[in-house]
């Protein structure tokens, strides 16, 4: 049974003959545990597409079911707390607050979470401690190498240990060697259970895939 089943996707901005698709009718599955890419061009739909399946952008039409539930029919609440729950979200840029330690910015996805202060710090310290930060948790983003900030950004990710990690091209601003360090993590992670869904425009950090989803001009292709 499918975990994530997209069905009809479409996502159009604008309205008439302005109109623009960014994503046409796209349908796929992915299985629980599967690490998965989208490749295409810059401007094909790739992070379009990861977006309305981290729920972070609504599709004009169609329907996303995790899980066998149909998320685009929760509440503006339930699908926050679905965001919470079950998906990690790497991005690009890292996305890291300059002006918070590495801890505190690993701790951000739990600032809703019913716990106590120490309790959060713990489950920061052990997502820092996983990908090698442990002793520098500390420091700023500004003090650490962008390797290490794209590392941070797996550890805000994974802190909430999301069954669902979606990762935009994030080796996109990492050299060759740095990159690949990040993919050995992510197939590593991968590998413990977490479903992964990344954008990439590189072949051969698609190579780390399971499988690759090719998409142009907005749809999906083989």
Same mark, same amino acid.
Do not use: C, H, W
């Given at each position: 049974m499918s975990y994530i089943k997209a069905e009809n996707l479409t996502k159009e901005y604008g309205s008439g003959e302005l109109a623009v698709t960014a994503v046409s009718n796209a349908n796929f599955e992915i299985n629980a545990g599967e690490f998965v890419a989208i490749m295409g061009?810059?401007?094909?739909?790739? =992070?379009?597409? $990861? =977006?309305?399946?981290?729920?972070?952008n609504s599709p004009t039409s169609g329907r996303l079911m995790v899980n066998d539930r149909d998320v685009y029919r929760f509440s503006q609440d339930e699908r926050a707390d679905f965001r919470r729950q079950s998906v990690g979200f790497v991005? /690009? !840029?890292? !996305?890291?607050? =300059?002006? $918070?330690?590495? %801890?505190?910015?690993? %701790?951000?996805?739990?600032a809703t979470l019913k716990a106590k202060k120490k309790e959060k710090q713990m489950m920061a310290y052990k997502a820092l401690e996983r990908v090698g930060l442990g002793e520098?948790?500390?420091? $700023?983003?500004? /003090?650490? =190498?962008?390797?290490? /900030?794209? @590392?941070?950004?797996?550890?805000?990710?994974i802190v909430n240990k999301p069954p669902i990690l979606l990762a935009d091209e994030p080796t996109g601003n990492l050299d060759t060697r740095t990159g690949k360090l990040i %993919?050995?993590?992510? @197939?590593?992670?991968?590998?413990?259970?977490?479903?992964?869904? %990344?954008?990439t425009h590189s072949m051969e950090y698609s190579n780390f895939a399971r499988r690759v989803l090719h998409m142009s001009d907005g749809m999906l292709v083989q």
């Open positions: 061009e810059s401007g094909s739909g790739k =992070s379009t597409l $990861l =977006s309305i399946l981290g729920t972070l991005f /690009q !840029n890292f !996305n890291l607050l =300059s002006y $918070l330690t590495l %801890m505190e910015n690993v %701790m951000l996805p739990l520098k948790v500390k420091r $700023l983003p500004g /003090q650490i =190498s962008g390797g290490e /900030q794209e @590392r941070v950004a797996i550890a805000r990710a %993919m050995d993590f992510l @197939r590593s992670l991968n590998e413990e259970g977490i479903t992964i869904v %990344m954008v």
